[in-house]
């Protein structure tokens, strides 16, 4: 019965820096889907802001003038 070891298999330099680019690589692109996720809620946020805050401008203006 062979048994497993529990060392990683040896590497070479090169295979080294590939596997720490590709952890690297993963890693921005989970920042950076993390960070579009963040600017599409904030833009969504302040624009249902701004649409509110002209929605009552504009019916603030109608009743002021109703009222002439």
């Given at each position: 019965m062979e048994l497993i070891s529990s060392t990683p298999p040896a590497m070479s330099q090169d295979q080294f820096q590939?596997?720490?680019n590709k952890a690297?690589?993963?890693a921005v692109k989970k920042a950076l889907n993390s960070l579009d996720n963040?600017?599409?809620d904030v833009v969504t946020t302040e624009v249902n802001s701004r649409e509110e805050q002209l929605c009552n401008s504009v019916a603030t203006q109608?009743?002021?003038h109703l009222k002439k």
């Open positions: 590939d596997a720490i690297c690589e993963a963040h600017i599409s109608v009743a002021a």
